[in-house]
């Protein structure tokens, strides 16, 4: 198995661009997670899906945070406008079953930088 | 609040040595994870303990957890510096409300060789 996928590794944007990030779970999967991971907060999970509906997004910072998961092998996360505050790694990680109870593959991360 | 909290923050040890971390949290759980994360990459899982559980062993890895302190310590023995990396552990919880899974801020481990 490949993995979770994310593209791209990495982002550099300017302040007010739209950014949209990529994942592709691990087939079968039925639970799927972004985070963010920055110094001064650690990791804060931004949004989590089961079965490709939004179960929990009240870790999205803001109107400006959207994310989508059309079908089972694919979600993104987009950020319209950024901000430099918006600088992290997010992380997309998906998991067989619940989200407290099984163990959550990550994927490598996208470094996401603004200017 | 906080939910696991690892200590030490970071831990410096020579390659053939024991690693231990702690993992404290406050509210009752369901099960307790642990993740290493080397630089630049994605989170790995290493051991899930459920709460009716006491100690689990994978490999050179060794988990314990107290439910009546509301800890868990990780254990590495025989270190080496491929396990240089950081080290999260993760409380899950199911509650009527719904259910969640929260990081730690980490344990930065460095083996020297």
């Known amino acids: 198995d490949a993995g979770v996928i994310q593209s791209p590794r990495h982002e550099v944007t300017e302040m007010g661009q739209e950014v949209t990030l990529r994942c592709k779970p691990i087939s079968g999967h039925n639970s799927l997670f972004w985070y963010r991971q920055t110094m001064m907060r650690g990791l804060e999970l931004l949004i989590y899906?089961?079965?490709?509906?939004?179960?929990?997004d009240s870790g999205m910072p803001e109107d400006r945070f959207s994310a989508k998961m059309p079908n089972a092998s694919f979600s993104t996360l987009k950020i319209q406008p950024s901000e430099p505050r918006d600088s992290a790694v997010y992380f997309c990680?998906?998991?067989?079953?619940?989200?407290?109870?099984?163990?959550?593959?990550f994927g490598n991360g996208t470094r996401l930088t603004v200017t | 609040s906080q939910q696991g909290e690892e200590d030490p923050q970071a831990l410096s040890i020579q390659e053939g040595e024991n690693a231990t971390m702690n993992c404290s949290y406050k509210t009752s759980i369901n099960n307790l994870q642990w993740y290493r994360q080397n630089s630049g990459r994605g989170l790995v899982h290493l051991i899930l303990i459920r709460s009716n559980e006491r100690e689990k062993h994978s490999g050179r890895l060794r988990v314990t957890l107290d439910t009546s302190k509301k800890s868990s310590s990780l254990l590495i023995t025989a270190s080496r510096a491929a396990d240089t990396a950081s080290y999260f552990c993760?409380?899950?919880?199911?509650?009527?409300?719904?259910?969640?899974?929260?990081f730690g801020e980490g344990t930065q481990l460095t083996v020297n060789p």
């Open positions: 993760a409380t899950g919880v199911q509650e009527t409300s719904g259910s969640r899974l929260t």
């Open positions: 990680a998906s998991s067989p079953r619940d989200r407290y109870n099984s163990p959550l593959h």
């Open positions: 899906f089961n079965n490709n509906v939004p179960i929990d």
